[in-house]
Nanobody, 122 residues
Framework: QAQLVESGGGLVQAGGSLRLSCVAS????????MGWFRQAPGKEREFVSS????????QYGDSVKGRFTISRDGAKTTVYLQMNSMKPEDTAVYYC???????????????WGQGTQVTVSS
């Protein structure tokens, strides 16, 4: 069964770092871009970052540029989100997503993980 499984969320102090991982299992993900969205309570879902299938192209939301880094492993089954210099406003549920590039960044990806909670204390 094809699925995206996130891990690595937790509680961190402002200024600290966390690394999220997302493992994609299933051939359906072959050739697809992957990325991350987040949603805080009472707020709209927000694009965080994406990476192309090849890993050569990355995109970031304005609020995380310069602080977060996305990468994927050589087997192209795992995507990482390294989050540095974290702020309380980074607190949200982070979702791993997969789809072709334009669809992924639109927020209407076909494939979503179950989400992992990230909490940044001030």
């Amino acid at each position: 069964q094809a699925q995206l499984v996130e891990s690595g969320g937790g509680l961190v102090q402002a200024g600290g770092s966390l690394r999220l991982s997302c493992v994609a299992s299933g051939r359906i993900f072959s050739g697809l871009d992957m990325g991350w969205f987040r949603q805080a309570p009472g707020k709209e879902r927000e694009f965080v970052s994406s990476i192309s299938w090849s890993g050569d192209s990355t995109q970031y939301g304005d609020s995380v540029k310069g602080r977060f880094t996305i990468s994927r492993d050589g087997a192209k089954t795992t995507v990482y989100l390294q989050m540095n210099s974290m702020k309380p406003e980074d607190t949200a549920v982070y979702y791993c997503v997969a789809d072709r590039a334009p669809v992924l960044e639109s927020g209407y990806s076909r494939y979503w993980g179950q989400g992992t909670q990230v909490t940044v204390s001030s």
